[in-house]
């Protein structure tokens, strides 16, 4: 299957700092990414809908200040956590598929941890 | 709106014994069906899905999953479980429907399998 790749896999940061995480497609072009969030043995609440060369599309709840989506190529977009504070600790996740129809494929995660 | 459930927080199993993990929808048109598969400190790893088509879904490690419109369901099966299945599961419903069809995935709350040696 297609390959999607985010990067760091793991980060520890001190609060009041930022953070960015990058989310690649390695063989396929995607228009549109997920980013999720994660707490332990919960399922993943969609947090946004990047969308490429566009804003992004934030789910209620979720501070579009505070996570900061940028979608500037067909292969990358990033989730950068701003001002990062000890509950912003979580483990976060992206996805994309090449048509709305067909199956997603998810990075390998990123555990942030927020000091 | 979509909504997707998985009624078991965990599911145990003896190695060697089938396996069946259950799953839910409520969707308005034609479902669009998954399950993924989840290791401690991992992203999402894709089994399956349904479209369109026969009713039983062969995926990847030998899961398969049979989709019963009648009851709404799309219970994840394996004839024959592996220590090594051991993880946790989510059954997604791809929401198409509204303006803009991001195809944004609704996930179940997620099924620990155990499998015992």
């Known amino acids: 299957g297609a390959v999607v790749s985010q990067h760091p896999s793991w980060v520890i940061c001190k609060s009041g700092t930022s953070v960015k995480i990058e989310c690649r497609s390695l063989?396929?072009?995607?228009?549109?990414m997920f980013w999720y969030r994660q707490f332990p043995k919960q399922s993943l609440m969609l947090m946004a809908t990047?969308?490429?060369?566009?804003?992004?599309?934030?789910e209620q709840g979720v501070e579009k200040d505070k996570f900061l989506i940028n979608h500037a190529s067909l292969t990358l977009s990033t989730l950068t956590v701003t001002s990062a504070h000890p509950e912003d600790s979580s483990f976060y996740i992206c996805s994309a598929s090449e048509q709305p129809n067909t199956e997603a494929f998810f990075g390998q995660g990123t555990r942030l941890t927020v000091v | 709106a979509q909504s997707v459930a998985q009624p078991e927080d965990q599911v145990n199993v003896a190695e060697g014994n089938p396996l069946t993990v259950k799953c839910t929808y409520s969707v308005s048109g034609n479902p669009y069906l998954f399950w993924y598969v989840q290791y401690p400190n991992r992203g999402l790893q894709f089994l399956l899905k349904y479209i369109t088509g026969d009713n039983l879904v062969k995926g990847s490690y030998g899961f398969e999953a049979e989709f019963n419109k009648s009851q709404t369901s799309f219970h994840l099966k394996k004839p024959s479980a592996l220590v090594s299945d051991s993880a946790l599961y989510f059954c997604?419903?791809?929401?198409?429907?509204?303006?803009?069809?991001?195809?944004?995935?609704?996930f179940g709350q997620g099924t620990t399998l155990q499998v015992k040696p």
């Open positions: 997604a419903v791809r929401d198409m429907g509204g303006s803009g069809n991001t195809g944004k995935l609704i």
């Open positions: 990047s969308n490429e060369g566009s804003k992004a599309t934030y």
């Open positions: 063989d396929f072009q995607a228009t549109t």
